[in-house]
C-alpha cells in the first residue's frame, strides 16, 4: 500500500564518487528498491500500526447488542530516509542496520477520527504516543569471494577466500559478493529471508 517509503541519499559527498547536488545515481536507486523488497518480505511493521480507527457512536441506545463497527479512517506512511556521511564499502548492510534501528525507535502520535470536522487529529503528548510493534529483527551480512590472480588463472584456480563485511577497496578486488539476511527472532529460532548474489560464476 506503499505505506513504508525508503529513501536512500548517496549524493552528499559520502565517497569521491558521489559529488553533492548531483542526481541520484543506480546504486542510491537499487539500494533504496532493495531495501524495500527486503520490509515487505521480513513483514517487519505489523502494519496494523499504522491503521488511524473510528469507531462510531451508538445511535440506538435501546438495541445495546447492536455495537458500531470498526472503521479504518486512514494510515500512516512512514518514509524512511537514509542519508550516507561516509561511505567506505558494504552500503546495504548500513543502511539495512539503520533502517531497523529507526523503525524500532520509532513513536506515533495518537490520533484519532473527528467526526464533527471530518479530519484526523493528533496529540501533542508524548506520553499518549505509541512504539511500532517489530516483529522480527533480520540482519543483513554481507561476504565478498576474492580469487587471486588474472581472469584466465582465477577459471582454473581453486583458491579462493571469503571476506565478511567487506569495505570499498575489498570490494573492488572482489568479483562476487553474497547477501544473507536472517531472521533472529525472540526465540530460538531463525531463519534465512533472503539470498542475493552479484557477480562471479
Avoid at 552528499?12 to 518480505?41: D, Y
Wanted: hydrophobic share 40%.
Amino acid at each position: 500500500m506503499g505505506l513504508l517509503v525508503p529513501n536512500l541519499e548517496l549524493s552528499t559527498g559520502c565517497s569521491p564518487a558521489h559529488l553533492p547536488s548531483n542526481a541520484p545515481g543506480t546504486l542510491a536507486q537499487s539500494l533504496s528498491q532493495r531495501v524495500l523488497s527486503l520490509l515487505e518480505t521480513s513483514d517487519l511493521v505489523d502494519l496494523q500500526d499504522l491503521e488511524i480507527l473510528y469507531r462510531p457512536p451508538v445511535t440506538d441506545p435501546d438495541s445495546p447488542d447492536e455495537t458500531p463497527g470498526t472503521v479504518v479512517k486512514a494510515y500512516w506512511a512512514l518514509y524512511i530516509d537514509i542519508l550516507f556521511i561516509s561511505l567506505d564499502g558494504n552500503p546495504f548492510d548500513a543502511a539495512w542496520l539503520a533502517v531497523v534501528a529507526a523503525l524500532r525507535d520509532t513513536r506515533l502520535p495518537q490520533a484519532w477520527w473527528d467526526a464533527d470536522r471530518e479530519m484526523i487529529l493528533c496529540s501533542d503528548s508524548v506520553r499518549e504516543s505509541r512504539r511500532l510493534s517489530i516483529r522480527c529483527t533480520p540482519i543483513a551480512s554481507t561476504f565478498a569471494i576474492y580469487t587471486p590472480g588474472t581472469v584466465q588463472q582465477r577459471r582454473s584456480s581453486q583458491e579462493s577466500w571469503m571476506l565478511a563485511d567487506p569495505d570499498g577497496f575489498e570490494e573492488e578486488l572482489c568479483d562476487e559478493t553474497v547477501t544473507v539476511v536472517l531472521e533472529c527472532s525472540k526465540g530460538n529460532t531463525s531463519g534465512i529471508l533472503k539470498i542475493e548474489k552479484n557477480g562471479g560464476g
